[in-house]
């Protein structure tokens, strides 16, 4: 976990070969500190710290906090007669109290109790420590006090409420940006096989650093303490005259760990490896790398890479990459996982004119991510947007609840490649045939705000755009032409971009018209016709942005014989000079160099223009898009719930639930069914239609059946005779269910992702809901402007409003829906898949008529980090 002087701490589970250096940790406490724990002098012995020594997580669980080997805090909760409570206590070497590590311990602890039922945490807390009584109040939880028998005590409920989890993002916040602050403001720099040799990679290096004219100092590091680019060499960072605050390794990958090693003895928080021969070669680089984070975390470090190209920043004027370029200074953050492509990046940049705030290659990622950088940049006074290129998501819901908050205050861009494993399971419900690792990131991307580029081209463009024009109002757009076929391809890019081009106000027609010969059209797009030139560009684009109807303008050339591409984009940089806060963007067709003008916004094609800009209009459509909250339900039943799948699991490590099973489970969440009985021959089948009323629906009860598939299913049954009839063709066991009807029939589900976590899916239901296809997703947990968004939009939008003449459905009663399946398929990691198909919507309510639920033996994802 990370401290908020941006220090690393590790915590794990005692184990007995602990004894001795628990004994140690307790013996070098205070009187104060020891007394303020055990409310007493307590004989330190290995009799003291043996309960601590083996946690079962259940009963009792314990975290020790390491660093540098040596124990420094010890956390605890036992739980309580009542199950659901648990006392709760914690204690910090005295040299390390004050740094947050209290807080911290009772975040993660919290964390591990809550998993296996624990609800409240209880502790007695002496009224004179005033320290431990400050955690309790600073960690986010509501908590009560009560001064009883000479001590205080603490009740506090653990829910992970958005209270609670607002205080964590925060920590996490300040922590993060101050374990990152010397990569990007270091003021000295070591580079670890710095050579004199050009050629090398250590040796390009730090000649780049040399020729940026780095504002601190750099200090080549080498086993001959060679002199490298005129600048005095040491053969060790152990001789350098003080611990640098950023150390970049450029040693083979064998000796990374000895070099590495070294600077984290001398002081140097901050390394970056540049080194390949990783994880990204196979098992035995995986383990080097392990051993590379255990030993940076051992001494409170933070680590880039390793296998990456390095890290560039323009504040300091540093470049510490091995690349051929320096960095154009700008408003731009980029962080890539792929060195390859960052260097793409970079001279894709150069050539359009975007300057960059800082650059920073990741590499294998072992450590610092791009959720690190997020944190980072989002304060970073000289970042005005955010670039990503992704491979892979380390942990995407703690980037979308950081991406969410950024993306309010600075553009975030992102190019996402690849796509994740969804694992081995077979995709036997309708909401796991839809889902896919594309449908899990375009979600988790919307919702957070993320501008998704689909290409390098789009990344750049978008980039050029946003960090130089203004947002556009709205998606009302003007075309400026001196070719009509231009223009018409123009408009056909905006309509497929979700941008209209309106009739130009009377006004602004009439203000052409004197501008531009007879011939021209002054409708949108307006056709200036080939005989313009700089002059006529200059006195028409004002008068198109004066108009009140549009929110941007694209403004298109093609090189006839009387105009040239330089005069008219120097006349359109002028004429932009004052865009009334509208966005121009050009699309100037130049042979050689496209042509280059003060506050001109160029793109190679008209579809490009159009294209971004519709990326422009999404970027302020979500920023005019309220953050919304979860909503508290009533009528959940967790323990209920659980209940049902830990009876299902004494059975089987993967399968389906019983139809008494689901039902169970679904009423548990408050999630509405339709009634029905089960039957076992045809005679009880007619039973319970001539009870629950006819017409009657029989269905095959066997667990997880595709019952239009396979014929397990007979649907409006108007006599007692058609429902033996039915159940004898279609055997036992069955269920027998009152024929609904109602607005529209829909798909509601949860699927669990491996990387992403629960998908909350709703579309068109039925037996068309895949074919159809039209099913969306988001990411639990779900807001109510989450729920909103997928009740009303797409084609289940269409059928919620009323389809050709049917009533409107009860959309409240269809977000509710989806706010408990969010709220299941976060409680409930072991449902693998559940899909409700269909659930029939009226004006009055909804109901779930079929259901088929999939439980697996949920494992815990080992984490090497928890922020």
Not at 151 to 177: N, S
Not at 499 to 513: D, G, I, N, V
Request: hydrophobic share 45%; proline share 7%; aromatic share 6%.
């Amino acid at each position: 976990m990370l401290l908020r002087d941006g220090t690393t701490l590790r915590l794990r589970a005692p184990t007995p070969a602990d004894s001795e250096p628990l004994v140690e940790f307790f013996d070098g406490l205070s009187e104060q500190s020891a007394y303020y724990r055990f409310h007493g002098f307590p004989t330190v012995s290995e009799q003291l710290v043996a309960p601590f020594l083996q946690p079962d997580w259940h009963e009792q669980g314990h975290l020790l906090g390491e660093l540098g080997g040596r124990v420094i805090a010890l956390a605890s909760y036992v739980r309580l007669r009542d199950p659901t409570a648990a006392e709760c206590a914690f204690v910090v070497a005295d040299d390390f109290q004050r740094r947050g590590i209290g807080t911290r311990l009772l975040e993660r602890l919290a964390e591990r109790a809550a998993a296996v039922g624990i609800e409240r945490f209880v502790a007695q807390v002496l009224p004179e420590n005033n320290q431990m009584l400050g955690v309790f109040q600073a960690v986010g939880f509501e908590s009560t006090r009560r001064l009883e028998g000479g001590t205080v005590e603490v009740e506090f409920r653990i829910e992970a409420t958005e209270t609670y989890l607002g205080r964590v993002d925060e920590r996490d916040h300040l922590a993060a940006v101050a374990s990152l602050r010397p990569f990007f403001a270091p003021a000295s720099v070591a580079v670890l096989g710095a050579s004199r040799r050009r050629e090398s990679i250590g040796g390009l290096l730090f000649r780049n650093i040399i020729a940026g004219e780095f504002e601190g100092v750099a200090h080549p590091v080498n086993p001959a303490g060679d002199a490298v680019a005129a600048v005095r060499g040491y053969g060790s960072v152990a001789e350098l005259p003080q611990a640098p605050d950023l150390g970049v390794v450029c040693v083979p990958a064998q000796h990374v760990l000895a070099s590495v090693e070294d600077a984290l003895r001398r002081g140097t928080r901050a390394i970056c490896v540049i080194s390949a021969g990783f994880a990204e070669v196979g098992e035995e680089g995986r383990q080097r790398q392990n051993e590379l984070l255990a030993l940076v975390r051992a001494h409170g470090g933070r680590l880039v890479g390793p296998n990456c190209l390095g890290i560039a920043v323009s504040a300091p004027r540093l470049n510490a990459t091995f690349g051929p370029r320096a960095l154009p200074s700008g408003p731009v953050a980029f962080s890539s996982q792929s060195g390859a492509l960052g260097l793409a990046l970079l001279e894709k940049a150069e050539e359009r004119g975007i300057g960059l705030s800082a650059f920073v290659s990741i590499g294998n990622k072992a450590d610092v991510s791009s959720n690190d950088l997020l944190e980072y940049w989002e304060d970073d006074p000289g970042t005005g947007l955010i670039a990503l290129y992704l491979e892979s998501f380390g942990n995407p819901r703690r980037f979308g609840r950081i991406a969410r908050r950024v993306a309010r205050k600075k553009p975030i861009l992102a190019m996402k490649s690849g796509t994740t494993t969804t694992g081995a399971r077979a995709a036997s419900s309708h909401t796991a045939a839809l889902a896919g690792s594309e449908a899990a990131v375009d979600a988790l991307f919307h919702q957070a705000g993320v501008i998704r580029a689909r290409t390098l081209e789009e990344l750049i463009d978008a980039a050029a755009l946003l960090a130089s024009q203004p947002l556009p109002a709205g998606r009302r757009v003007g075309v400026i032409t001196n070719a009509g076929g231009l223009g018409i391809l123009c408009a056909d890019a905006c309509e497929a971009a979700g941008l209209e081009l309106p009739a130009l106000a009377p006004e602004t027609e009439a203000a052409l018209q004197p501008v531009l010969p007879a011939e021209a059209s002054v409708a949108n797009p307006i056709d200036m016709l080939g005989s313009a030139t700089g002059a006529t560009y200059e006195r028409v684009l004002p008068i198109v942005l004066a108009d009140p109807g549009l929110d941007a303008v694209i403004v298109l050339f093609v090189p006839p014989v009387v105009a040239g591409a330089d005069e008219v984009a120097l006349a359109v940089g002028r004429a932009s000079s004052d865009t009334k806060g509208k966005p121009v963007l050009t699309s100037i067709i130049a042979e050689g160099d496209p042509p280059t003008a003060p506050g001109l916004t160029n793109f190679a094609y008209p579809e490009s223009a159009a294209r971004t800009l519709g990326i422009a209009a999404a970027r302020a459509e979500w920023l005019r898009r309220p953050a919304g909250s979860v909503p508290p339900l009533d009528g959940v039943e967790t323990a209920r719930a659980r209940g049902v799948i830990t009876d299902a699991l004494a059975s089987g490590e993967d399968l389906w639930l019983r139809p008494d099973q689901v039902r169970k489970l679904l009423q548990a969440y408050g999630i509405p069914v339709v009634p029905e009985r089960s039957a076992a021959t045809p005679d009880e089948a007619a039973e319970a239609a001539a009870e629950l009323g006819l017409p009657a629906v029989v269905k095959s009860a066997e667990p997880g059946a595709h019952k239009t598939e396979t014929g397990g299913i007979a649907l409006g049954l108007a006599t007692t005779d058609e429902v033996r009839e039915a159940a004898e063709r279609i055997g036992p066991p069955l269920i027998v269910q009152p024929m609904l009807e109602g607005s529209a029939e829909l798909l509601a589900g949860v699927v669990q992702d491996p990387v992403f976590g629960p998908l909350v899916a709703f579309g068109p239901g039925g037996v068309f809901a895949e074919l159809i296809g039209q099913a969306e997703f988001r990411i639990a947990p779900l807001t109510d402007v989450d729920a909103n968004e997928l009740v009303q939009g797409g084609k289940a939008g269409e059928l919620v409003r009323g389809f050709r003449g049917k009533p409107a459905a009860d959309k409240q009663a269809l977000t509710d829906l989806l706010h408990r399946l969010s709220r299941l398929g976060e409680e409930l990691r072991e449902v693998a898949e559940l899909d409700l198909n269909p659930v029939i919507a009226s004006p009055d309510g909804c109901v779930a008529v079929d259901a088929r639920i999939r439980v697996r033996r949920a494992e815990a994802a080992p984490r090497t980090k928890t922020w």
